[in-house]
């Protein structure tokens, strides 16, 4: 009788031991994996955290029912454009997609600056008239020049509205009438502000090398003559000789 309860408590001893086994490494292997999906959450914030403050992106996302305004750009103030985004001093770059409704013909004028090398003392690069020209404009308080262009939309035939959506990417945006009409216009702009734009710029001007072989050609062209000129002098002064000589004989 008194094996049997022994075997009984010894039974029930390593139920009870294994049972507790079981529970602590349940426990343990819980712990292991909450501990292990919180360095991970962790480490992925830490990421997104870095990439947020490593970059100069930034969201924008607006709308306006605007009246157009004579244009603010130096000789422009004969034409009326609203302005949707502005130029930044640091040349920020903006890229997204315009969507207006206009009740005139308006431009979509896109701006890009600048013109000079970083330093708004620095002069606009030279550009031969042979490659055409564009519309430079400078800034007042000699900040620089921004290029300017002008994108006319297709409207449709006898229409009483405009309205078109357009990608775009360049340092300032507006709409834009060249002939001086008011307007008023609604739009929607989504676009990212993306920093500044690393400089690319790559100006020749063949001209300067036409000119100076051109004056090499005149140089030579001048040393033929000279070389001419002494070959006659020189068969002049032979026949004068000559006829010396002849007549002494």
């Known amino acids: 009788m008194k094996n049997q309860i022994d075997i009984s408590n010894l039974i029930f001893v390593s139920l009870v031991s294994l049972a507790s086994f079981i529970m602590l490494f349940t426990y343990?292997?819980?712990?292991?994996?909450?501990g292990l999906a919180s360095a991970q959450i962790s480490e992925e914030s830490n990421q997104i955290t870095t990439q947020e403050q490593g970059t100069d992106t930034k969201k924008i996302v607006q709308q306006g029912v605007v009246t157009?305004?004579?244009?603010?750009?130096?000789?422009?103030?004969?034409h009326q454009s609203i302005t949707i985004l502005r130029l930044k001093g640091d040349n920020t770059i903006y890229e997204g997609t315009l969507s207006f409704m206009a009740?005139?013909?308006?431009e979509v004028q896109i701006l890009y600056r600048n013109m000079?090398?970083?330093d708004t003392s620095t002069t606009i690069p030279k550009i031969s008239p042979q490659f055409g020209t564009m519309s430079i404009i400078p800034l007042p308080g000699n900040q620089g020049s921004v290029i300017s262009s002008l994108i006319q939309p297709q409207y449709p035939e006898e229409g009483t509205s405009f309205s078109a959506s357009i990608p775009f990417a360049?340092?300032?945006?507006?709409?834009h009438n060249l002939d001086g009409d008011e307007f008023v216009a609604a739009?929607?702009?989504v676009?990212?502000?993306?920093g500044q734009a690393e400089r690319a710029d790559d100006i020749v001007n063949p001209s300067q090398s036409a000119d100076i072989e051109k004056d090499d050609n005149d140089n030579k062209d001048d040393n033929k003559d000279d070389n001419k000129d002494d070959n006659k002098d020189d068969n002049k002064d032979d026949n004068k000789d000559d006829n010396?000589?002849?007549n002494n004989n």
């Not at 360049?170 to 709409?175: H, T």
């Open 187 to 189: 739009y929607t702009v």
């Open 170 to 175: 360049g340092n300032g945006l507006a709409l």
């Open 28 to 34: 343990l292997t819980d712990v292991g994996e909450l």
């Open 244 to 246: 010396k000589d002849d």
């Open 116 to 118: 000079t090398s970083g």
């Open 68 to 78: 157009s305004s004579p244009d603010p750009l130096p000789g422009h103030e004969a």
């Open 103 to 106: 009740s005139k013909p308006v």
């Open 191 to 194: 676009a990212d502000q993306l």
